[in-house]
């Protein structure tokens, strides 16, 4: 089971790639689980959160936070 | 403390250099009588006499290397070179020689040297007299290099620098040099060398900057702050040895990166920042690593549209807000 | 080593001059033409109209003696402070006041023109300057007549390596270069004797079995003549010369710097006894080739050149941040074709 | 075509850049009758005349600088000098002319030169004739940089690089001068400067490169290919202008990066790459972006123990194994 | 300019001599030293044991007379071919060795002998020199002695701008140094008449107001004297000299090269008459100094210490990956150390 991975600054970590779907899918981060070295999210996970997350996945993407 | 410009503490730590250890010498073109283009040995030679501050034949491939000798004798040169664009013909001596000569002879030899020399753009100098070739001292191995971004570090940074066992290039921002007056501390004082220092803390984004670019990176931070924006400004101070935990440090916490400098984007010293952070911060970032730098070509010697070529607080930010909306 | 000089120090001619009339006169209106520049260019400096500006005041007659010696044909390879030998070379002072001016317009010299760009890395010209040379002589006679190469160094600039480089270079090739060096007693604060210990330049000569020869700097007459002696040389084989004017700088090393720190005024002022203007047109006078009335209407000549040449400058097109990124390769890379983009946005 | 070695390549190319263009000159140290130190100008005195192939004095930046008065006039100068170790003697006239005369003429002259020079290590060579200076070469603005990894491109790119109107510095690594021989038309030809070669497809990470790391890189994917990794491996080619769009499309498509050189670490012109990377295509990356590069230290002259300074096969699927297991 | 000798060609006495009986052999003893180091490393080279090496065959007495004149608290400031005068300026033979061998041991020359590193980019050493000379003469007499330099170029080295550079330096400085060129007619396959015009490097001298003397540089004797005058001059504040020995570089330019490409065997055998080593040994024994006994007792010594030499070099330790990432800096950096412990375990 993958690690709920959130790095030094509370923020989870996460390869770019990863969060890049995660925008487009409209996943929050924080509510995937990494499982890479350190809990990271990696691109996988983040489409495995999706699936698991289907509705959710059909709201429209949420506005980038600056 | 006494209120200075950059180029007044400069003169000041070189006199407590001389005054605290015998083994310092100065020289360079016009360092003597006159006292530096920019005054930055005003007044030592009438002090401490043309045997210890002295000017040098017009060459400075001559004068890094006298400097290498005079420091494998056992004293501590400090050489100026009157600007960093200037360096060029002592390249050879640095690259084959500056930075080689503790490698080479495997610890027996080291040079206790500084090079200093005015760098950067921003107040209309003729021709070659505004480049910044940090970029290629910092690949150099063997070789220091320092850039001070104010009065009070500039003085710390320089008495660090001439009491290194290394070479230690110190490249002094002209834009700098009479453009801010700082308190700064009379007695003598080092700030180490390898750190990087935080000017100022934020949580949106890291600007890691130099030199000339630490005011134009503080003004974009202060327009941002404005608007609500709080940007962390990271003064890197030495190039080499980097202070790569800082780096990262920054950058982990803020997950977003820009990198200023106003030496020629491809591969200047900022390539090296942000290939430092796309190695060893990835899973941090929260949008790619922005550099704002000098455009890929000379600095210009135009002076009605010079002020094009070197980044400000505007190019920043336009920067950041990308970084932001991404 | 014996210096030339055909005038005396106040302008009397010590004998016969190997000139005839009519070039004395040309030779003296090059002369004043040249001096009335370099007034004025100071006096357009403090009114801003002018950036940085290296003054050559006192050393007239080493540049333009020099140059009065050569074709159109041949090449000058100037330094940053010879202003008046290109102007002599033929620049158009409307390009020589937006050089000074950092305009781009003035970094282009016109077409036909043969004079290469004001250097300000020392020294680092002379090379290119013997390759040039040899190129020409590569390329043989144009016209019946060899191209050859004019480059000058001060005093201070014989001390960087390319010089050496340059010096050797030329003797090997056999280079159809001419190099002056205006030893003017500084290089900003550092006088001569702290840059060599040699009193003569033109001692180094022998070292590359080349010609040397020490010249009086404000003889027009004297710097001419050797000149010439060099440019035969050049131009028939004989391969390259050095020639040394002894000279002084009479002004500040540029419009920026203030010689009170490091020099008397009473050093600057016995020069100004030995003025090469003031010589040559006592010269002039003494012969009968010259009057107030010839002095005032040439005077007048220069007047008006220089106000047609301001004017032409000042109708440059004001240069567009987008050309700092032009003319870096022939053909742009993407980033700088992005970056001119971005900085046209900006005009 | 031909089998030739990388050094009998070049010594084609310039054969016939002398023979299909009279502007073309040869010169440098024992360039003539000996035919260099490496013969890449083997035969080309006898064949062309000392007029046009001919020794000059010991001087590299007297070399550079006559090279540029040559150009000014209208010929095409090929200079050589005979080790990238000793361009530093010639980095004044880089830097303040080579790169900058078209730029402060305003496009009036042009310098269309080649300086050759021999680079890198891997073969037990003295002190200073294994350096790799391409990234100082790379920040000087308004010269170009090619260094060809093979005999074939070798050729082209050179021929090509002679009818450049711009100063290319060509680069060709010791290593591979006699170690490769292969297939080499016969006529001559030219292949475009500022494009980026494709060796290998591969999906699973990029590998970049150039010159004397790109059999290191190849080597690394045979070896990664048998355990059933597609490597892909980028021949830069030309370093600048840089082929910054095959870059893109390679790590946009396998999402990780290694950048492979064997020049000091920091500073390193794959500091560019990685930071092209890192602004371009964060958005691609599956894992940070690693360089494989020679130590921060100059390249040891210590024979027995030169060879862990140069990256290998082995270095390079180490990294690779931390992209894939990030 | 005259070339001074004290032999003839073939080695006999041309008059007096200017040294005693017991400096004769001492010189002789020196010089067969290096001769014997530079045949053997050839061979140890050949079979593997050393690497890439740059013979001095024929220039023996340019290097080991000059340094006959110096005390060991004189510095040696050499270039890559001067591996004879590093052996009679005291650096162990064991080290030289290893310096051959590229071993990193042999790189770390021992406490109190004053030599610096044998140099490879061509001439920028000189400078160097320069500083330290002046640095030694600022720190005065030690002793009661004060400490100079010599330094070493070859003819082609003379051609870069570092040679001009420090020259000047030195003349401007009264720098106590001592500048010998050894002009052995070769820069690799560039012979002298291609690097310069002038037929002696010594005319330069003048040009820096220092004097320049050129000397037979085959004759031991005749550079020893030169040598020892030029350190009488820079000992007592006189400033520096430029020695110019005329020799010739009998063997290739290192193992690796090969001199038929680009002179005639013939060129070469015409300066094997003038052999430094038989000439001086052909003194000898006119002055019935030496005999074939003295040479073999001579020989068997100099066998004796190469062999332990040898030994000695064998029993460094192999160097370790990561010596490869030590002295860069007194202190390493952290990305240093972390290389440090990747090539730790390599090893
Ligand atoms: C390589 C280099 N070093 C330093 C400078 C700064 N500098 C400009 S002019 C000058 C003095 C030059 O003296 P000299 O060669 O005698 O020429 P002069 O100014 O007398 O005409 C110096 C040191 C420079 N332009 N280039
Ligand atoms: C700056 C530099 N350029 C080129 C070389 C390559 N190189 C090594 S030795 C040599 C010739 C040197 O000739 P010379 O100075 O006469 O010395 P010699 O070999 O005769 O002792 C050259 C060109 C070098 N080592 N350094
Ligand atoms: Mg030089
Ligand atoms: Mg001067
Ligand atoms: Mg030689």
């Known amino acids: 089971q993958a690690a709920k991975a959130t790095g030094p600054y509370g923020r989870p970590l996460a390869v770019p790639a990863a969060r890049k779907l995660a925008r487009e899918l409209g996943l929050e981060l924080t509510a995937v689980a990494g499982s890479g070295p350190h809990g990271r999210i990696r691109v996988e996970d983040v489409r495995r959160a999706a699936e698991a997350s289907a509705p959710a996945a059909a709201e429209p993407p949420s506005a980038p936070a600056p | 403390t006494q209120n200075l410009t950059m180029v007044q503490a400069i003169n000041q730590a070189l006199e407590q250099a ?212 709080a940007l962390e400004v990271l003064d890197l101070e030495t190039l080499v040895p980097l202070d790569t935990e800082a780096v990262l440090a920054s950058v982990r916490k803020t997950g977003r990166a820009v990198v200023v400098y106003e030496a020629m984007r491809t591969g200047g010293f900022g390539a090296e920042v942000a290939a430092r952070i796309a190695e060893e911060a990835i899973d941090s970032l929260q949008a790619p690593v922005l550099r704002v730098a000098g455009w890929d070509s000379p600095y210009p010697p135009f002076s009605s549209i010079e002020h094009h070529y070197r980044p400000n607080a505007k190019r920043v930010l336009e920067a950041v807000e990308t970084l932001l909306r991404f | 080593m014996e210096t030339l000089a055909y005038l005396s120090d106040e302008g009397i001619p010590k004998g016969n001059l190997p000139f005839d009339d009519d070039d004395l006169v040309r030779g003296y209106r090059a002369l004043r033409r040249a001096r009335f520049w370099d007034e004025r260019a100071s006096v357009l400096q403090r009114q801003g109209k002018l950036g940085v500006y290296p003054p050559y005041r006192g050393q007239e007659a080493a ?194 710097d203030d010689p009170s720190r490091y020099r008397t005024e009473e050093e600057a002022a016995s020069w100004i006894g030995r003025d090469p203007v003031k010589r040559m047109r006592t010269a002039l006078a003494h012969l009968t080739l010259w009057d107030d009335a010839q002095e005032e209407a040439l005077l007048e000549e220069l007047r008006a050149e220089l106000e047609a040449a301001v004017r032409e400058a000042d109708d440059a097109p004001t240069p567009a941040p987008e050309e700092i990124v032009e003319h870096v390769f022939e053909t742009m890379t993407p980033d700088q074709l992005r970056a001119w983009e971005v900085l046209r946005e900006r005009a």
Request: contains cysteine; charged residues 20%.
């Open chain 2, 18 to 229: 001389l005054e605290n250890d015998e083994r310092v010498l100065l020289f360079g073109e016009d360092v003597g009588k006159m006292g530096g283009v920019f005054r930055a040995s005003d007044g030592l030679q009438g002090r401490f006499g043309e045997a210890r501050v002295f000017d040098t034949p017009l060459a400075e491939s001559g004068i890094v290397g006298f400097a290498v000798g005079i420091a494998l004798a056992g004293f501590r040169p400090v050489a100026e070179v009157q600007f960093a664009g200037f360096l060029y013909p002592a390249l050879d001596q640095i690259l084959s020689h500056v930075g080689r000569y503790r490698h080479r002879t495997r610890g027996r030899y080291s040079l206790p040297l500084v090079v200093r020399a005015p760098y950067g753009g921003g107040v209309h100098t003729p021709e070659q007299h505004a480049d910044s070739p940090e970029g290629l001292l910092a690949h150099t191995p063997g070789v220091k290099v320092v850039i001070p971004s104010n009065p009070e570090r500039a003085k710390g940074l320089l008495l660090a620098a001439v009491a290194d066992p290394d070479p230690v290039f110190f490249l002094e921002a002209i834009k700098l040099y009479r453009s801010v007056r700082a308190a700064v501390p009379t007695s003598p004082y080092t700030h180490p060398l390898g750190k990087a220092r935080v000017v100022r803390e934020g949580g949106a984004a890291t600007l890691l900057c130099y030199g000339g670019m630490v005011e134009v990176c503080e003004k974009a931070a202060e327009v941002a702050q404005a608007e609500g924006v």
């Open chain 3, 63 to 256: 540049q333009v003696g020099t140059m009065l010696a050569f074709e159109p044909s041949d090449w000058l390879v100037p330094s940053y402070r010879e202003s008046a030998a290109a102007l002599t070379h033929g620049l158009p002072l409307a390009t020589l006041i937006l050089y000074w001016r950092a305009h781009p317009a003035g970094w282009r010299f016109p077409e036909g023109v043969n004079i290469l760009p004001f250097y300000v890395p020392i020294a680092t010209q002379l090379p290119q300057a013997v390759g040039l040379a040899h190129a020409l002589r590569l390329r043989g006679a144009q016209n019946g007549s060899q191209p050859i190469v004019a480059t000058f160094v001060g005093d201070g600039g014989t001390s960087e390596g390319d010089f050496h480089e340059a010096l050797n270079f030329a003797s090997v090739f056999e280079a159809p270069a001419v190099f002056i060096v205006q030893n003017n007693g500084w290089a900003i604060s550092v006088p001569t004797t702290r840059q060599m210990k040699t009193k003569r330049v033109a001692a180094r000569a022998a070292g590359y079995e080349m010609p040397g020869v020490t010249v009086d700097g404000n003889d027009l007459l004297a710097v001419w003549k050797v000149a010439q002696e060099a440019v035969a040389r050049a131009r028939e084989g004989g391969g390259p010369t050095l020639i040394e004017a002894m000279t002084y700088r009479v002004a500040p090393h540029t419009t920026s």
